[in-house]
């Protein structure tokens, strides 16, 4: 998203002239790179660089003024994948978007906030199965620590039996994983082609 706005800023110049003669004067004025003359303010006698010279006359004691207006403007980009309600809000208080340019980027932040709801749901199942596999290490530990003990065929048996169900439960969780990756890459690809197909235009 593409935020153009432009600045302007108006420098008054007051000649007061109290001789009994008029006066012709030269305002030096700056030019500045990025700042153009208004349309509507007075084309300069002379343009040298860096610097606007007009010509004010000043008839004897009477005061006269030069207006100069200038105008500079600014562009700024923003990523529309970055973009959080928060900024949207912030856009809306400054009024620099409209309220429909608002509903069209909070689209866009909901479907994200769609895509972040799976990929944490990915994270944490994977968090289950390295509990799990951490879980099962220490069994196996205890398993063969067992060895040679009167309660080595019990107590192998329990393990055995539970190392099985966790087994089950890491490929439940993988299965898990794998049906939300794929919810995930469809929402991210919905996401996708809502911000390739946003065009909209708002003047304020």
């Not at 343009?47 to 004897?60: H, S």
């Not at 959080?84 to 906030?113: C, E, M, N, W």
């Not at 990929?119 to 040679?148: F, S, Y």
């Not at 329990?158 to 794929?182: F, H, M």
Request: glycine share 2%.
């Amino acid at each position: 998203m593409t935020q153009t706005s432009e600045l302007r800023e108006r420098t008054l110049y007051t000649v007061k002239n109290q001789d009994e003669t008029a006066r012709t004067l030269v305002v030096e004025h700056p030019a500045r790179p990025e700042w153009k003359l208004v349309d509507g303010t007075r084309e300069p006698e002379e343009r040298a660089p860096g610097t606007y010279r007009f010509r004010v006359d000043a008839p004897a004691k009477a005061t006269s003024s030069l207006p100069i207006e200038e105008s500079r403007t600014l562009e700024t980009v923003y990523q529309l994948s970055n973009l959080d309600d928060g900024q949207i809000a912030i856009f809306l208080r400054q009024r620099t978007i409209t309220p429909d340019v608002a509903q069209a980027l909070q689209k866009i932040t909901a479907q994200k906030a769609v895509v972040a709801k799976l990929e944490e749901e990915m994270q944490n199942r994977q968090e289950d199965i390295d509990h799990i596999v951490d879980d099962q290490g220490r069994l196996r530990e205890n398993m063969k620590a067992l060895r040679g003990s009167t309660e080595e065929k019990s107590l192998l048996q329990r393990y055995t039996k539970q190392l099985d169900e966790q087994e089950t439960q890491i490929d439940s969780l993988r299965k898990k994983i794998q049906d939300t990756e794929a919810r995930r890459d469809k929402a991210n690809d919905e996401l996708q082609q809502m911000i390739d197909s946003l065009q909209l235009e708002a003047t304020l």
